[in-house]
Nanobody, 125 residues
Framework: QVQLVDSGGGSVQAGGSLRLSCAAS????????MGWFRQAPGKEREGVAT???????NYADSVKGRFTISQDNAKNSLYLQMNRLSPEDTAMYYC???????????????????WGQGTQVTVSS
């Protein structure tokens, strides 16, 4: 089992930045893919970015050039640096992990087995 704890959300004005963190514990050696997902009220959960244990990243088109996913394997941590935030980025953000490769999972949230509790990001105009 893998336990994930998200943190770092908050309220910012449009154009601002936030950095989300995800602390992983448990059988982290077994995970091959980690990612960030988000869910806005009334909308389906969507993929934001993923990173595999080799460091290969993938981003949703809506965040390319603004968000950066990274990991620190020594600290069992995952990060999401979010710059130039807009009100459309307002959502609950979730960290996720799985034992399968990102190339298999894509950004299909239903395929990820381990989830953090979520951290709220609110961007005001």
């Amino acid at each position: 089992q893998v336990q994930l704890v998200d943190s770092g959300g908050g309220s910012v004005q449009a154009g601002g930045s936030l950095r989300l963190s995800c602390a992983a514990s448990g059988s982290t050696y077994s995970t091959r893919c980690m990612g960030w997902f988000r869910q806005a009220p009334g909308k389906e959960r969507e993929g934001v970015a993923t990173i595999d244990n080799g460091g290969t990243t993938n981003y949703a088109d809506s965040v390319k050039g603004r968000f950066t996913i990274s990991q620190d394997n020594a600290k069992n941590s995952l990060y999401l640096q979010m710059n130039r935030l807009s009100p459309e980025d307002t959502a609950m953000y979730y960290c996720a992990a799985d034992r399968r490769y990102c190339s298999v999972l894509g950004m299909q949230w239903r395929y990820f087995n381990y989830w953090g509790q979520g951290t709220q990001v609110t961007v005001s105009s």
